[in-house]
């Protein structure tokens, strides 16, 4: 009894530490051919060319494309000035939609 005490009490503060250890974490900088459905939920950094940039209502979609590999990105921060053909280094969460994995985004900056 007083073992599973001990080994009740040694889960829950492991589990906290990690909790604690991932609170805010930076997102991780990948290159678009790594993400996969395994991120999902992960915060992630991108850094691509923006191409068939298109806006419906608030939402921003576009493909961020690099070293001929690509994927679905979308934001729904209508005030950005995004172009077609722009660099840029993109932070957000990957998701998946119909299937298929794309990217969320919450910043971009363009990379000089």
Not at 25 to 34: A, F, L, N, R, Y
Not at 80 to 85: N, P
Request: aromatic residues 6%.
């Amino acid at each position: 009894m007083k073992k599973d005490k001990i080994l009740i009490t040694g889960l829950i503060f492991s589990g906290l530490l990690l909790m604690h250890q991932t609170a805010g974490k930076k997102p991780g900088k990948v290159e678009i051919q790594d993400i996969n459905q395994d991120m999902v939920g992960d915060k992630i950094t991108v850094s691509g060319k923006i191409k068939n940039l298109s806006k419906r209502g608030e939402t921003q979609f576009f493909r961020l494309e690099d070293n001929g590999e690509k994927i679905t990105a979308l934001t729904y921060n209508e005030d950005l000035l995004l172009y077609e053909g722009l660099h840029v280094k993109a932070s957000g969460k990957a998701t998946i939609h119909r299937g298929k994995t794309e990217f969320i985004l919450n910043r971009i900056t363009e990379k000089s």
